[in-house]
T-cell receptor, first 113, second 109 residues
Framework: DAGITQSPRYKITETGRQVTLMCHQTWSHSYMFWYRQDLGHGLRLIYYSAAADITDKGEVPDGYVVSRSKTENFPLTLESATRSQTSVYFC????????????FGQGTRLTVV | QKEVEQDPGPLSVPEGAIVSLNCTYSNSAFQYFMWYRQYSRKGPELLMYTYSSGNKEDGRFTAQVDKSSKYISLFIRDSQPSDSATYLCAMSGNNDMRFGAGTRLTVKP
């Protein structure tokens, strides 16, 4: 199916564990983004990537790691999950820098207990 | 002060009403202004985007940008129950992009 898909849709993990959220897009968009969405804060950019092997920090990168070995995939890893990382995570892709026309995935609801 | 301020609502209107949603911002480098619609438990989807100041119309939706006041608006005419969603403003420029917190809108039949 064409589009952008995230997995898993829901995840519960324990404090201190490593967890990886997956993102896959089929459009061959150059830019990919990871956001977190929290009540009262809206969407905040964690990391973004302009192309394979090129990544950069966003507004709230601490505690997260990304990689992009292939254009279509952009996984986000929480190295040692904390309760403050409980959130809904959205992946997005765009042909144009800073996603003026971004396409978002369905989101991953992560709970850290 | 947040870079983008958006009233979270909730906003409840009867079907057929005109809805006005607004955001203010502080970063004068923003050049692109977007409105996203987000249904419950879904990802945001782009409704409209505008470059610099001015108006843009698309069907029942009109986006306005006033850069001198750092104020953007989205108007929805003849609102429908299917318009019930959270609306997020977003703006970008100078390699930065920010979203508002979103306004939750309910259109009652």
């Amino acid at each position: 199916d064409a589009g952008i898909t995230q997995s898993p849709r829901y995840k519960i993990t324990e404090t201190g564990r490593q967890v990886t959220l997956m993102c896959h897009q089929t459009w061959s968009h150059s830019y990919m983004f990871w956001y977190r969405q929290d009540l009262g804060h809206g969407l905040r950019l964690i990391y973004y990537s302009a192309a394979a092997d090129i990544t950069d920090k966003g507004e709230v990168p601490d505690g997260y790691v990304v990689s992009r070995s292939k254009t279509e995939n952009f996984p986000l890893t929480l190295e040692s999950a904390t309760r403050s990382q409980t959130s809904v995570y959205f992946c997005a892709s765009s042909e144009v820098q800073m996603n003026t026309e971004a396409f978002f995935g369905q989101g991953t609801r992560l709970t850290v207990v | 002060q947040k870079e983008v301020e958006q009233d979270p609502g909730p906003l409840s209107v009867p079907e057929g009403a005109i809805v006005s949603l607004n955001c203010t911002y502080s970063n004068s480098a923003f050049q692109y202004f977007m409105w996203y619609r987000q249904y419950s438990r879904k990802g945001p989807e782009l409704l409209m985007y505008t470059y610099s100041s001015g108006n843009k119309e698309d069907g029942r939706f009109t986006a306005q940008v006033d850069k001198s006041s750092k104020y953007i608006s989205l108007f929805i005419r003849d609102s429908q129950p299917s318009d019930s969603a959270t609306y997020l403003c977003a703006m970008s420029g100078n390699n930065d992009m920010r979203f508002g917190a979103g306004t939750r809108l309910t259109v009652k039949p």
